[in-house]
Each structure stands twice: as C-alpha cells, then as structure tokens.
C-alpha cells in the first residue's frame, strides 16, 4: 500500500490550504488520518475518518478551521484547512488503517501504512 500526500505550501495567518493523499495498492476498506509534527515535537493526530465517511474526528485545536474527507472512488482523502495559524506549521502525514469501515483511531500506532510528508509553513 503507498500513499502520496500533497498540498502543502506556504501561506499566510488566517489562509487556506487542502491537502490530498492518494492511496494505492490496496482494494480493501480502511480508514484514513492525517498527523503532523512539528519541529522539536511529538507526531499528533489531527483529524481521523472512516471508510464510510460516517465516523470523523478532530484534535481540538483545529475544531471549526480544519474538514477532513474522503473519496473512495478516486482513492483519495482530503484535509480542508481554514484560518490557518502559525502553530499549524508542521509537516502533515497521511496514514491508513486497514479494515476500518465504521471507526476512526486517533493513536499512531493504529495505522499500518504512512505517506511521505507535506510541509505546511504558515507565516505570521
């Protein structure tokens, strides 16, 4: 299974970016979720959706700003980010789990597959 993340960039306090992650590889249902890590810290999660669609989650910090989605037709996720602020800047990873249909997981360690990295600077 590979995953391609894109979308990244550079952009100013209160922008937007979307970010995609291309999935391939695998015929099977999983779930996706986009982390990110910034410099000096711990990889965390940002926002988590199942194969379905139905079940999403969201770290609080980006509650109302950031959207995540998917389309499985086209085998890709997405992560719609709003009002942008500097301590968004990181790199941003997409992961898949297998076999999640209806459920999210929220940890690292739940995902079997990673993608490269996009970078997001946000500039104040």
């Known amino acids: 299974v590979q995953l391609q993340a894109s979308g990244g960039g550079l952009v100013q306090a209160g922008g937007s970016l979307r970010l995609s992650c291309a999935t391939s590889g695998t015929s099977g249902t999983y779930g996706m979720g986009w982390f990110r890590q910034a410099p000096g810290k711990d990889r965390e999660v940002v926002a988590a959706?199942?194969?379905?669609?139905?079940?999403?989650y969201y770290a609080d910090s980006v509650k109302g700003r950031f959207t995540i989605s998917r389309d499985n037709a086209q085998n890709t996720a997405f992560l719609q980010m709003n009002s942008l602020k500097p301590e968004d800047t990181a790199v941003y990873y997409c992961?898949?789990?297998?076999?999640?249909?209806?459920?999210?997981?929220?940890?690292?360690?739940?995902?079997?597959?990673w993608g490269q990295g996009t970078l997001v600077t946000v500039s104040s």
């Open positions: 992961a898949a789990n297998l076999g999640r249909r209806f459920t999210v997981g929220t940890r690292a360690q739940e995902y079997d597959y």
């Open positions: 959706i199942s194969w379905s669609g139905h079940s999403t």
